[in-house]
């Protein structure tokens, strides 16, 4: 059975940092892409950052380029999302999503982030 | 980037059939695969249909879905409506850079 357990998230001030980790099993975590959607408080949901199955290629919405970075460890069965320079409007709930390329096949139950001073 | 425009709610009676829809902006919707999510209120999505007409698992055939390229659209079409089908539902396509969400279709079952 495919789990994806998001973990990382909490309260953070505007220009803060923080790091998100999903945790992979049940499945072959390097034979995968992987992305990170986001929902904001009674919003939809909203694309954030694919990555390839071997970390080649990364791509990210224009909302958060140059801000994020998403990274994978194939060893650990781990993916990442290192989100910098945080504005309320990156408050959201944050999934984890196993893909078949881009598209998004599993999802993790997310994790909570909240930009606020 | 297309957009991809849902309508905000539908309703229908329990045992009924609906249908939501799927807009592509720019781009032929036959170019890359659609799929569907539910989400129920407090729960992560789910997949319901994957490459615009494939039912992962454990998902009931009640649900199908199919594009029509005169409209440009995909739809997403529940059968023999039940009162748990009421949910949150989200298409989403892609292109070879990006993903894009449509704005999800409130389902109401009454």
């Known amino acids: 059975e495919v789990q994806l357990v998001e973990s990382g998230g909490g309260l953070v001030k505007p220009g803060g940092s923080l790091r998100l980790s999903c945790a992979a099993s049940?499945?072959?975590?390097?034979?995968?892409?992987m992305s990170w959607v986001r929902q904001a408080p009674g919003r939809g949901l909203e694309w954030v950052s694919f990555?390839?199955?071997?970390?080649?290629?990364?791509y990210y919405a224009d909302s958060v380029r140059g801000r994020f970075t998403i990274s994978r460890d194939n060893s650990k069965n781990t993916l990442y999302l290192q989100m910098h320079s945080l504005r309320a409007e990156d408050t959201a709930v944050y999934y984890c999503a196993k893909g078949k390329g881009m598209i998004v096949a599993s999802w993790g139950q997310g994790t909570l982030v909240t930009v606020s001073s | 980037n297309f957009m991809l425009t849902q309508p905000h709610s539908v309703s229908e009676s329990p045992g009924k059939t609906v249908t939501i829809s799927c807009t592509r902006s720019s781009g032929s919707i036959a170019s890359k695969y659609v799929q569907w999510y539910q989400q129920r209120p407090g729960s992560a999505p789910t997949t319901v249909i994957f490459e615009t007409n494939q039912r992962p698992s454990g998902i009931p055939d009640r649900f199908s879905g199919s594009i029509d390229s005169s409209s440009n659209s995909a739809s997403l079409t529940i059968s023999g409506l039940k009162t748990e089908d009421e949910a949150d539902y989200y298409c989403q396509s892609y292109d070879s850079t990006y993903q894009v969400f449509g704005g999800g279709t409130k389902l109401t079952v009454l």
């Open positions: 990555i390839t199955d071997s970390a080649g290629s990364t």
């Open positions: 049940g499945f072959t975590f390097s034979n995968y892409a």
